[in-house]
């Protein structure tokens, strides 16, 4: 789940990058939504793997082993909440400019 996480982010920020590039000229608005609602697509498949990931690791009754993973899991989709939250400042960018 680590990597899935990882791999999330990765596309996250490549999306929001692209995004901020797309601001210098304002030209074509509808990118730069797209890539937002891409963002907040990511945001969600992140959800689905922290329930998926937490489930699992309630299987393996160790206690210590729930509690790190638990916070590393939590953490990751932090990074992916702001990330969203960066993706919704990009949209109303877009949405005041037309």
Excluded at 35 to 41: G, K, L, M, T
């Amino acid at each position: 789940e680590l990597g899935d996480f990882a791999t999330l982010i990765s596309l996250a920020s490549e999306e929001i990058g692209a995004g901020m590039a797309g601001l210098r000229n304002m030209e074509d608005l509808d990118a730069i939504e797209e890539r937002s609602r891409e963002i907040n697509r990511l945001y969600n498949k992140g959800s689905d793997l922290l329930s998926r990931a937490v489930l699992r690791l309630f299987q393996s009754h160790d206690p210590v082993l729930i509690i790190k993973h638990k916070d590393i899991f939590e953490s990751m989709q932090g990074v992916l909440e702001r990330c969203n939250d960066l993706g919704h400042v990009l949209n109303d960018i877009t949405r005041g400019h037309r």
